[in-house]
C-alpha cells in the first residue's frame, strides 16, 4: 500500500500496479458532516449488471445525489482524487462517470474478488476508483479491502482502515472486500474516467 505523502518518488510503472491512500484526508467536521448526509439515505441492496447477487457482493447502497447540500462533497473528493492521479496515475482526462455510492457492510457482508471495469458504458469509462471511508475502525471487525494483481494472490496490498482515509486506485486493479465480522462498515465509492483505456 503506497501512501503519496511518504512516497514521493515512487516509480511510475510500479505505481500503475499499485493503490494510493491518503491518511487523515478528511477532517472530522467534515465526517460528521458526510455522516449526516447519509443518515437520510434510503439504502437498498447491491446488484450487478442489475441483478442482485448476494453470493459475489452482499452489502446496501445509495446514491448520492448532487445538490445543493452535497456540492462540497463532489467538489472536495474530487480535488483530493485529482491530486493523487497527478502526483502517481497521470490518467487523462478525469471526470466524474457515475454519481457517488454511500455503502453500508453489516455483518457478513462481503465482496468477492473483481475489477471495477468493463467493456460496457458507463464501466468501460472508469479509470479511477475512490473509496472514502468515513467510520473508524473501532466501529467494526473484518471487512478488510485487499487488492492484489491476480484474483487468487499469494500477496495483496491491505488497504489502512481509520474514518478520513481515501483509496485511490486504478479500476483494472483485482480487489476484494472480505466479510465484516462485527459493527457495520460505511464508506463512499465513485469513478472518474473519460475516453477508454487505450
Do not use: C
Not at 465526517?31 to 448526509?37: G, S, V
Not at 441492496?45 to 448520492?64: F, L, N, Y
Not at 478525469?94 to 473483481?114: G, I, R
Not at 458504458?121 to 473484518?142: A, H
Amino acid at each position: 500500500m503506497l501512501a503519496i505523502d511518504n512516497n514521493p518518488n515512487i516509480e511510475h510503472e510500479v505505481l500503475l500496479l499499485s493503490p494510493l491512500s491518503i491518511n487523515n484526508a478528511l477532517m472530522p467536521s467534515e465526517i460528521a458532516d458526510i455522516q449526516k448526509i447519509v443518515s437520510s439515505l434510503e439504502l437498498e441492496k447491491t446488484t450487478i449488471g442489475g441483478e442482485i447477487r448476494p453470493e459475489v457482493h452482499s452489502a446496501k447502497r445509495s446514491v448520492i445525489p448532487y445538490q445543493t447540500d452535497t456540492l462540497w462533497l463532489y467538489g472536495r473528493l474530487y480535488d483530493l482524487a485529482l491530486l493523487a492521479n497527478s502526483e502517481g496515475y497521470r490518467f487523462d482526462p478525469l471526470d466524474f462517470v457515475e454519481p457517488m455510492m454511500y455503502y453500508e457492510y453489516d455483518v457478513n457482508d462481503f465482496y468477492k474478488w473483481h475489477t471495477d471495469i468493463a467493456n460496457i458504458p458507463p464501466f468501460s469509462s472508469r479509470k479511477l476508483g475512490v473509496t472514502v471511508l468515513i467510520n473508524d475502525s473501532d466501529d467494526y471487525r473484518g471487512g478488510q479491502i485487499e487488492f492484489a494483481m491476480t484474483p487468487e494472490p499469494e500477496t495483496f496490498f491491505v488497504t489502512p482502515r481509520s474514518a478520513g482515509t481515501i483509496i485511490i486506485y486504478p479500476t483494472y486493479m483485482p480487489y476484494r472486500i472480505q466479510p465484516v465480522t462485527s459493527g457495520k462498515k460505511t464508506f463512499i465509492n465513485f469513478f472518474l474516467g473519460g475516453t477508454s483505456f487505450k
